[in-house]
């Protein structure tokens, strides 16, 4: 039984902390006072200050020594505007700000934090903040129930879940409470679940859980390995073309780009090498069952994927990866009716595996569902997507539409 923190979080006082930052905005650094709180993050400049409201954070979190909102509206490019209106109409509040998601990243040092703040408690006021304004747009659900991964400290909404249900975790990528080979996972690439060859986690400070940052499949490797390369002989030669110029017309040359091109190219072999070493190395020995299993499946042949799934241990045909896996394999080929029934055993025994749902959308459209049968199965697949990361499905759909600048 997963234990529901929204008692312990609302019953806690939260704590009011001011630390000393600095605002990365393009290429420029704006020296920033913070305060953190309840209520949002206000930052301030020598010249303004501005709230972020904690009803308008899309996602927040601290990595890497930097606290990273985003939120919407509130630009920065927004805050010129403000000052002026606010310094020509005493009193009033600039509240123009245009419905877009933006990014503050704000950096500091852990050293230099408040005394008796620790890097663990500006993280939990962090998570602490998010998860408020996630209560906030549940007004009127009783009893909400929000419970934490064991493993990861993921938190996710599982109000209208049953309590034998069984729950994914999107960060750890598998059932909570059940194991799994630790170098198995969803790529995040290609979003099949299959032996990962990479998987990147990121420790947060004390008992803060982790992130996972990276996963990656052999094939998606070889895939990034050679457009890299290619990328890199193209840099090499443009630096090449260009030094030729530049000394045939202008008696110059850079010798620091002939550097920089023949170090990237140099890395672009090495790293296209080792892949294809470990291809060779995979071929001879036979490859992972898994690993083979899915490369059918990615071409949709079915019947050789369910041989090779049905050798391996345990009852692998109850695992949501594998689900997912087999449903997608059946819609590249075309069974859209048989990829359905799949699709419905997948949401219905885990029904918070978002990537579950949309197989659901992808089975349904083949099978020639109405657009306003699609539209309600996307909204689903939005609202599971968004209580598993604590967001509405307005913040989520936002969120989405955000576009790093």
């Not at 954070?57 to 000052?83: E, Q």
């Not at 005493?90 to 245009?98: I, K, L, R």
């Not at 449903?327 to 699709?343: C, H, P, S, V, W």
């Not at 996307?378 to 913040?395: C, D, H, K, M, W």
């Amino acid at each position: 039984m997963h234990e529901n923190i929204v008692p312990v979080i609302t019953a806690e006082s939260g704590r009011n902390i001011d630390f000393d930052a600095t605002l990365t905005v393009g290429e420029s650094q704006i020296a920033v006072k913070v305060n953190l709180n309840d209520d949002g993050a206000t930052l301030s400049t020598k010249k303004d200050s501005i709230t972020l409201p904690r009803a308008k954070w899309l996602d927040a979190a601290v990595v890497n020594n930097a606290l990273v909102l985003i939120v919407d509206g509130f630009g920065y490019d927004l805050w010129s505007k403000k000052r002026k209106f606010e310094k020509k109409n005493p009193g009033q509040e600039f509240s123009d700000f245009e419905s877009k998601a933006s990014l503050y990243s704000l950096t500091f040092k852990p050293k230099k934090l408040p005394e008796g703040v620790s890097l663990a408690d500006l993280i939990q006021q962090t998570k602490r903040t998010y998860m408020l304004a996630y209560l906030d747009e549940m007004d009127g659900v009783e009893p909400p129930v929000v419970i934490r991964c064991p493993d990861c400290k993921s938190a996710m909404d599982v109000t209208p879940l049953e309590a034998g249900d069984n729950l994914f975790c999107d960060n750890c990528s598998r059932v909570i409470g059940v194991p799994d080979e630790p170098d198995r996972g969803i790529c995040d690439s290609c979003l099949y679940y299959t032996k990962l060859v990479s998987q990147e986690k990121s420790e947060l400070s004390g008992d803060q859980g982790s992130i996972t940052v990276a996963r990656i499949c052999h094939p998606c490797r070889v895939s990034q390995t050679f457009w890299g390369f290619v990328v890199a002989v193209a840099m090499a030669i443009g630096i090449g073309v260009l030094n030729f110029a530049t000394l045939y017309f202008g008696n110059r040359y850079f010798p620091i780009l002939i550097l920089i091109g023949i170090g990237a190219l140099l890395w672009s072999i090495f790293s296209l090498v080792k892949v294809i070493v470990y291809s060779l190395a995979q071929k001879a020995t036979g490859g992972s069952p898994l690993a083979n299993a899915t490369a059918a499946l990615r071409k949709g042949d079915t019947d050789k994927a369910l041989e090779i799934i049905e050798s391996l241990d345990g009852d692998m045909t109850g695992n949501p990866g594998i689900l997912m896996n087999l449903t997608r394999g059946l819609i590249t080929a075309g069974d859209y009716e048989k990829a359905n029934q799949f699709a419905d055993i997948l949401t219905t025994s885990f029904p918070n595996f978002s990537l579950g749902h949309l197989e659901k959308i992808n089975a349904m459209s083949g099978m020639g569902a109405s657009a306003e049968e699609l539209e309600s199965l996307q909204n689903e697949a939005i609202a599971v997507g968004a209580r598993n990361s604590l967001r509405s499905p307005a913040r989520a759909i936002a969120l989405g539409n955000y576009v790093p600048e």
